[in-house]
């Protein structure tokens, strides 16, 4: 069963637009897991515009010391280094954090969201990812890149040491919201993604996935098969604004069962 990792950058972001601590997000950690999510996943950026590092701390001692089962994953790009404002750098954030995975991300500093995986044909780029990977891991962290589906660049990935992938769902998603689950150019989309994750598990990787899957596309998307985790914020967050938030993770847990998983 595909596992759901709910990202906590929205309620922090909702946060820093007041000031104080409403709403906590440590508080909104304890609800997800409580309503069945397996997984907490934030992605500090250097700016500071929603998780900061304090959060990072409280998340990790919170999981540790109450929810050792559920996953801690940390987003970011490796080469983000520290700055004035009190961010200490995503290596040291990795290092002080020790999560049970880190999603490696090629985005710039004041890049809105992410938006495209990484590029590893130029070796020495390729090396500095090796590298990276490397040293996490012996932090204790399986290692995804995030990914395009590309084949080349798969296995580019695995040959730098990555333990799983996670594709960027971004095109598929905008396929279906301009066009609708039936239409042929989604179809073509969703085989495409088919193709790279098992491309990927043949390769030896596992296969996570994220960016704007949501309750309209996310049992489609699933059901290519062989993904082992979504990461959801941005969608899932709003949803609550309807639905609450417990009912919102248990509505995404129901559309992963749905799904099946097999293609």
Not at 23 to 33: H, K, L, Y
Request: charged share 25%; net charge negative; proline share 4%.
């Amino acid at each position: 069963m595909t596992a759901l990792s709910v990202n906590l950058n929205k309620i922090a972001w909702l946060r820093n637009a007041r000031g104080g601590n409403r709403p906590d997000v440590s508080e909104a950690a304890r609800g997800i897991i409580d309503a069945g999510a397996q997984g907490i996943t934030v992605h500090p950026r250097p700016d500071q515009r929603h998780i900061h590092p304090r959060d990072v701390r409280e998340l990790a001692l919170l999981l540790r010391s109450e929810h050792p089962g559920i996953e801690f994953n940390i987003e970011g790009n490796p080469a983000a280094r520290a700055r004035r404002n009190g961010y200490p750098g995503f290596d040291r954030l990795i290092e002080e954090a020790r999560p049970h995975q880190a999603t490696l991300v090629p985005d710039a500093d004041s890049q809105l969201t992410s938006d495209h995986g990484w590029d590893l044909s130029d070796s020495r780029a390729a090396m500095r990812v090796a590298e990276t990977i490397a040293r996490y891991q012996g932090w204790g962290a399986r290692v995804s890149l995030f990914m395009d589906p590309d084949e080349r660049q798969i296995q580019r990935a695995r040959a730098c040491g990555a333990d799983r992938i996670e594709l960027y769902t971004g095109p598929y998603a905008e396929l279906v919201e301009r066009h609708g689950l039936s239409d042929a150019r989604v179809r073509s989309c969703r085989r495409t993604y088919r193709d790279a994750a098992r491309y990927a598990v043949e390769m030896g990787l596992g296969v996570n996935a994220g960016h704007d899957l949501n309750l309209d596309n996310l049992a489609d998307f699933i059901a290519i098969g062989n993904i082992d985790e979504v990461s959801i914020g941005h969608a899932l967050i709003s949803d609550a604004l309807d639905f609450g938030l417990a009912a919102t993770v248990r509505k995404y847990l129901d559309a992963i069962a749905a799904a099946g998983g097999t293609a």
